[in-house]
């Protein structure tokens, strides 16, 4: 009996012995089996990793302060060329280094340079050019900023605007018109051949305490609130080139710059592959590459395009870091809001809706002088 057992028995032992091998065959395969199928990965960090963090309404007000009561067609020059600070150190330099060219033969020179048209546009404003040079890591910020949150720049330039002129201390001079045209300000020269840059102290302008950006260095030497002028600068000259000053305006409903009659195209590699400064000690004001040395150079062309439309406040991230091309800088502030618009102001006159220029005007001989 004991034997008839076993012959019953060990085929079915062996059986499961067998399965058993063959299961445990299958769970030891298992994690090579896993490995042949896609796996599930955490998506890339956004290029620049948390430097990408808005900026609160209160950080681009106290960012956009010391250029907010410019003419707007400067302004928008600023905006655009300060996503190149490499240009901005290249271009300064070429006019320390050439400071007998004047009107057309600046022009002449310019132009020739590979900078983007905003950088040649600021060569006619030779001591705003200095200045943007002695401030790249607000400069940095700044035009990380406006390629980034473009129209909540420029939503944080009219609330500025609208500060000082509740405080009384922006109005019509000789040198400039300030023009409410509905709900936003608009600030053009009174000669549309000579600009006045307006010398403030943007702590004391806007009738509130407005604190300096980190580590600014203060370019006015002017005290109390109030805005101060010194020689225009002839722009006439430039008149012929197509970064001049009336290829350049400020879209306000739209919330964007305007260059040669459309959007101006940024095509600053700072911004668009910030990783590469980083990785190669561009913040760090170390010897770096010119990562903005991509696409550019479009003098005298129609914009390109700028995907991405006017984007409020509501719903940013009140705080967190925020990194432009020389320095990444924790900051708050308190959210505020502004409304959406729709009218545009350009070069030297006005451009309401996208219509035709008025102002300008010809040359009047003369270079850009202070």
Same mark, same amino acid.
């Given at each position: 009996?004991?034997?008839?057992?076993? !012959?019953?028995?060990?085929?079915?032992?062996?059986?499961? &012995?067998?399965?058993?091998?063959?299961?445990?065959?299958?769970?030891?395969?298992?994690?090579?089996?896993?490995?042949?199928?896609?796996?599930?990965?955490? /998506?890339?960090?956004?290029?620049?990793?948390?430097?990408?963090?808005?900026?609160?309404?209160?950080?681009?007000?106290?960012?956009?302060?010391?250029?907010?009561?410019?003419?707007?067609?400067?302004?928008?020059?600023?905006?655009? @060329?300060?996503?190149?600070?490499?240009?901005?150190?290249?271009? #300064?330099?070429?006019? #320390?280094?050439?400071?007998?060219?004047?009107?057309?033969?600046?022009?002449?020179?310019?132009?020739?340079?590979?900078?983007?048209?905003?950088?040649?546009?600021?060569?006619?404003?030779?001591? &705003?050019?200095?200045?943007?040079?002695?401030?790249?890591?607000?400069?940095? #910020?700044?035009?990380?900023?406006?390629?980034?949150?473009?129209?909540?720049?420029?939503?944080?330039?009219?609330?500025?605007?609208?500060?000082?002129?509740?405080?009384?201390?922006?109005?019509?001079?000789?040198?400039?018109?300030?023009?409410?045209? $509905? /709900?936003?300000?608009?600030?053009?020269?009174?000669?549309?051949?000579? &600009?006045?840059? /307006?010398?403030?102290?943007?702590?004391?302008?806007?009738?509130?305490?407005?604190?300096?950006?980190?580590?600014?260095?203060?370019?006015?030497?002017?005290?109390?609130?109030?805005?101060?002028? $010194?020689?225009?600068?002839? &722009? =006439?000259?430039?008149? +012929?080139?197509?970064? =001049?000053?009336?290829?350049?305006?400020?879209?306000?409903? =739209?919330?964007?710059?305007?260059? *040669?009659?459309?959007?101006?195209?940024?095509?600053?590699?700072?911004?668009?592959?910030?990783?590469?400064?980083?990785?190669?000690?561009?913040?760090?004001?170390?010897?770096?590459?010119?990562?903005?040395? +991509?696409?550019? +150079?479009?003098? @005298?062309?129609?914009?390109? $395009?700028?995907?991405?439309?006017?984007?409020?406040?509501?719903?940013? /991230?009140?705080?967190?870091?925020?990194?432009?091309?020389?320095?990444?800088?924790?900051?708050?502030? #308190?959210?505020?809001?502004?409304?959406?618009? *729709?009218?545009?102001?350009?070069?030297?006159?006005?451009?309401?809706?996208? =219509?035709?220029?008025?102002?300008?005007?010809? !040359?009047?001989?003369?270079? *850009?002088?202070?």
């Amino acid at each position: 009996m004991k034997s008839e057992w076993i !012959g019953k028995s060990f085929p079915a032992a062996v059986a499961s &012995v067998l399965s058993l091998a063959m299961l445990a065959g299958c769970l030891l395969a298992a994690p090579a089996w896993a490995q042949d199928q896609p796996q599930e990965q955490a /998506p890339p960090p956004p290029q620049g990793g948390p430097q990408n963090a808005p900026l609160t309404p209160d950080q681009l007000q106290q960012l956009v302060a010391p250029i907010a009561l410019y003419p707007d067609a400067l302004v928008a020059q600023i905006l655009a @060329g300060s996503a190149y600070p490499t240009q901005i150190v290249e271009a #300064e330099r070429f006019l #320390e280094e050439n400071p007998n060219l004047k009107g057309k033969d600046l022009g002449d020179a310019v132009n020739q340079q590979d900078w983007d048209p905003s950088v040649k546009a600021l060569c006619q404003f030779p001591s &705003v050019l200095a200045n943007l040079n002695k401030n790249l890591s607000w400069t940095s #910020e700044l035009g990380d900023a406006n390629y980034n949150q473009e129209a909540d720049v420029m939503q944080a330039i009219q609330f500025m605007r609208k500060k000082a002129q509740q405080a009384g201390h922006l109005q019509t001079t000789s040198q400039q018109t300030v023009t409410d045209q $509905g /709900p936003d300000v608009d600030i053009a020269p009174t000669d549309p051949d000579e &600009v006045y840059v /307006p010398e403030y102290d943007p702590e004391e302008i806007y009738g509130y305490p407005v604190g300096l950006w980190p580590g600014f260095n203060p370019w006015w030497g002017v005290g109390g609130p109030y805005l101060s002028f $010194g020689l225009g600068f002839g &722009v =006439g000259p430039f008149f +012929g080139y197509g970064w =001049g000053w009336r290829g350049w305006g400020l879209d306000w409903g =739209g919330g964007y710059l305007r260059y *040669g009659g459309g959007r101006y195209g940024f095509h600053s590699h700072a911004f668009y592959d910030r990783n590469a400064y980083f990785h190669g000690n561009y913040r760090g004001f170390a010897p770096y590459g010119r990562g903005d040395r +991509g696409a550019r +150079g479009f003098a @005298g062309g129609g914009a390109r $395009g700028f995907n991405g439309g006017a984007r409020g406040f509501a719903g940013r /991230p009140q705080g967190g870091a925020h990194g432009g091309a020389f320095g990444g800088i924790s900051r708050g502030g #308190e959210a505020r809001g502004f409304s959406s618009r *729709g009218r545009s102001s350009f070069g030297g006159g006005g451009m309401h809706g996208g =219509g035709g220029m008025h102002g300008g005007g010809g !040359g009047h001989g003369g270079g *850009g002088r202070r």
